[in-house]
């Protein structure tokens, strides 16, 4: 598929999943991996980069929250309407695989099955998603963050996967009171982790980062930054003094090399390259 021209396609369904949080399905065999993205179109008013999950091939699913002048034009759209879309983009995770995987038949266990865990926040939670219904064969712990009820995304989802499910909420109102980074902080003092993936709030992803760091566990984050080509021409969403484009080299970095670089967790730069401060 060329980079440059985007492709056109009907949304074949949308689902509402949360307060100002939906889904659109559109048919179409991607051949994206979990982390990537495509740039989605809607003429006169702009074209943003969005992660896409999917467990079907013929379909993949962009789950989108209104809070801007795209997303809300996005949100307005039906079903039946075109939308236009290029990708997919960037670097993804690793994929985990369990050692030997699979079970060893003589013994009916098992065998070298990794343990990963996925830590999301808001919508965030939507790439890993995809990422766990390609990790069926690891065990899983799937942690899920947001500021209320109201707004929790991915609850139904990791269920119907079987993943390990955990819920934390500010207020409390459903799950634990707190930020779902406790979650992963008392995990990590009483399991063995082979590896942790994030993808929400960057000051969140910060904190995982910081964690895993310190408990010597292996991290991957997808980093945010303002996108415009979505293939590494441009430049916009190149990270200050070191030319790492989010597009291209990310937007999937592991969490030792996002904590050296110096605007991680800080700010980020808008369409114009004014800093905005996290």
Same mark, same amino acid.
């Given at each position: 598929?060329?980079?440059?021209?985007?492709?056109?396609? =009907?949304?074949?369904?949308?689902?509402?999943?949360?307060?100002?949080?939906?889904?659109?399905?559109?048919?179409?065999?991607? &051949?994206?991996?979990?982390?990537?993205?495509?740039?989605?179109?809607? =003429? %006169?008013?702009?074209?943003?980069? *969005?992660?896409?999950?999917?467990?079907?091939? $013929?379909? *993949?699913?962009?789950?989108?929250?209104?809070?801007?002048?795209?997303?809300?034009?996005?949100?307005?759209?039906?079903?039946?309407?075109?939308?236009? *879309?290029?990708?997919?983009?960037?670097?993804?995770?690793?994929?985990?695989?369990?050692?030997?995987?699979? @079970? &060893?038949?003589?013994?009916?266990? =098992?065998?070298?099955?990794?343990? @990963?865990?996925?830590?999301?926040?808001?919508?965030?939670?939507?790439?890993?998603?995809?990422? !766990?219904?390609?990790?069926?064969?690891?065990?899983i712990?799937?942690?899920?963050?947001?500021?209320?009820?109201?707004?929790?995304?991915?609850?139904?989802?990791?269920?119907?996967?079987?993943?390990?499910?955990?819920?934390?909420?500010n207020?409390g109102?459903?799950?634990i009171?707190?930020? &779902?980074?406790?979650?992963?902080?008392?995990?990590? !003092?009483?399991?063995?982790?082979?590896?942790?993936?994030?993808?929400?709030?960057?000051?969140?992803?910060? %904190?995982?980062?910081?964690?895993?760091?310190?408990?010597?566990?292996?991290?991957?984050?997808?980093?945010?930054?303002?996108?415009?080509?979505?293939?590494?021409?441009?430049? #916009?969403?190149?990270?200050?003094?070191?030319g790492?484009?989010?597009? $291209?080299?990310? =937007?999937?970095?592991?969490?030792?090399a #996002?904590?050296?670089?110096?605007?991680?967790?800080?700010? %980020?730069?808008?369409?114009?390259?004014?800093?905005?401060?996290?």
């Amino acid at each position: 598929m060329s980079s440059t021209l985007p492709t056109i396609l =009907p949304i074949k369904k949308i689902i509402p999943e949360a307060e100002g949080i939906k889904t659109f399905v559109f048919e179409h065999e991607l &051949n994206a991996q979990p982390g990537q993205f495509v740039m989605l179109w809607l =003429p %006169r008013v702009d074209e943003k980069p *969005f992660g896409v999950w999917t467990n079907n091939p $013929k379909k *993949f699913y962009v789950t989108v929250s209104a809070v801007g002048t795209f997303s809300e034009k996005l949100h307005k759209l039906k079903v039946g309407d075109k939308v236009g *879309f290029r990708g997919p983009f960037g670097h993804g995770f690793t994929i985990p695989i369990s050692l030997n995987g699979g @079970i &060893n038949s003589s013994i009916n266990k =098992p065998k070298n099955k990794k343990h @990963i865990v996925c830590i999301g926040g808001g919508f965030g939670v939507a790439p890993l998603l995809f990422l !766990a219904y390609k990790s069926k064969d690891c065990e899983i712990n799937f942690i899920i963050g947001a500021r209320t009820k109201n707004l929790l995304f991915g609850e139904k989802y990791v269920r119907a996967i079987g993943a390990n499910l955990q819920i934390a909420t500010n207020d409390g109102s459903t799950g634990i009171k707190g930020f &779902n980074v406790v979650i992963l902080e008392q995990l990590l !003092a009483k399991q063995k982790i082979d590896m942790v993936y994030t993808c929400g709030p960057e000051l969140m992803m910060k %904190r995982v980062a910081k964690i895993c760091k310190e408990k010597n566990v292996a991290c991957e984050l997808s980093l945010e930054r303002y996108m415009k080509c979505g293939f590494g021409v441009c430049g #916009a969403c190149a990270i200050d003094s070191t030319g790492w484009l989010a597009c $291209k080299n990310g =937007p999937v970095i592991s969490g030792e090399a #996002a904590l050296k670089l110096t605007e991680f967790g800080k700010y %980020r730069r808008d369409r114009c390259g004014e800093i905005v401060k996290f």
